[in-house]
């Protein structure tokens, strides 16, 4: 044996090693779908990353986000397991060689359902670092995922531009009528025996919050059976209305039920493939107050700490300051104007995320070390 040998070899795997694991996202190229395992990012999960083609790191610009939510049998590690993840929805189209004009992150988790605070989890993540437009952040998932999309509306609807929930296995708070505001197009199959089509039609009647269901507009076949065509039900927000149309209709309110008339459990393979979904995903944006940049700029300083940091601003705007763990648990908050001093050392050594907030609707992230 060369011992030489051997040791320069063990040397490169640990160089190796190492620059894998301090290598930052975006992990791909323009147009490349990129697996992400479990621990060789700062994420909470192991995902999949597609990068539009059109995508230039290099420049300024921001782009929409797609983040796709797996069914149950697509759970895993995130590790080995990770490739399952392509099996459905978007993430196999892209396999297939489709592309979207968005960053598409899939995560993957071993729970089967993701929860409000691993959607505010990824979110933190995601949006320190990837250049995402804030104001166009789409959530969608079938089965079980789709349970992860109620969640997230129920939890941060406000950090939500759209949301499709397919076959979704999770409630909503009732009444949840403060998600009018958030542009939500849900879809189920009539005949579906795994996920009933009563968990979306109670959801959407929460959202709706009025004395009328969705389903008294539905055309019901005999014995309250299907309709012979799938029907679009529509909420409009000015009247407070349901109203029903044949086919699969572009909402053109902000609640929007599209019940297929047959197709069992799978309802995502006619909604995935249908062009006009997502024409009508990525027309939507959250409206936000306009602000002069300085208002966002900020310095947190001394990163890495093992005790206080300091966040200081340019002016003398109220703001807002949280800081979160990588798991997505606001541990820490407070207002400030121009400067404040927080100390951490009371934390336990890890990455963490700062976010400064002002005039309640925008936002500035960055990574604390604590040492």
Not at 105 to 125: K, M, R
Not at 143 to 162: E, Q
Not at 321 to 350: M, N, P, W
């Amino acid at each position: 044996m060369n011992t030489k040998t051997t040791t320069l070899t063990a040397f490169c795997i640990i160089i190796i090693n190492s620059l894998l694991l301090t290598a930052q996202a975006p992990y791909g190229s323009a147009g490349e779908h990129t697996a992400v395992p479990l621990g060789d990012s700062e994420a909470p999960f192991g995902y999949y990353e597609y990068l539009p083609t059109v995508f230039d790191n290099s420049s300024s610009n921001l782009y929409p986000l797609v983040l796709f939510y797996h069914g149950s049998s697509q759970q895993g590690n995130g590790t080995t397991d990770l490739y399952s993840v392509t099996q459905n929805g978007p993430v196999e189209l892209i396999e297939d060689n489709s592309d979207y004009n968005a960053i598409v992150i899939s995560p993957q988790n071993s729970s089967g359902i993701y929860s409000a605070d691993d959607f505010l989890a990824l979110y933190n993540y995601i949006t320190l670092n990837y250049p995402i437009d804030i104001n166009r952040i789409y959530v969608t998932g079938l089965s079980f995922g789709g349970g992860g999309v109620w969640n997230a509306l129920k939890g941060h609807y406000d950090k939500i531009a759209a949301a499709v929930p397919i076959c979704g296995v999770e409630f909503l708070n009732n009444p949840s009528n403060f998600m009018q505001q958030t542009a939500v197009w849900a879809h189920h199959n009539f005949d579906d025996t795994v996920v009933e089509v009563e968990n979306t039609i109670s959801n959407v009647n929460r959202i709706a919050n009025i004395d009328n269901s969705v389903m008294s507009v539905y055309p019901y076949g005999d014995n309250n059976s299907a309709a012979n065509e799938t029907y679009s039900m529509h909420f409009k927000t000015d009247n407070q209305t349901w109203s029903a149309i044949t086919g699969v209709n572009q909402p053109t309110e902000k609640l929007t039920f599209t019940l297929y008339k047959d197709g069992g459990h799978d309802a995502w393979t006619q909604v995935y493939e249908n062009e006009e979904v997502w024409d009508w995903v990525f027309a939507q944006s959250i409206n936000q107050l306009s602000v002069d940049k300085e208002t966002l700029d900020f310095k947190l300083y001394p990163n890495p700490t093992s005790g206080s940091v300091t966040i200081s601003t340019k002016n003398e705007t109220e703001k807002k300051i949280e800081v979160y763990s990588i798991s997505g648990k606001k541990v820490y908050e407070s207002s400030f104007f121009r400067e404040l001093t927080v100390d951490l050392s009371a934390y336990s050594s890890g990455v963490y995320f700062a976010k400064v907030v002002a005039n309640d609707s925008i936002e500035k992230s960055m990574k604390i070390i604590i040492n």
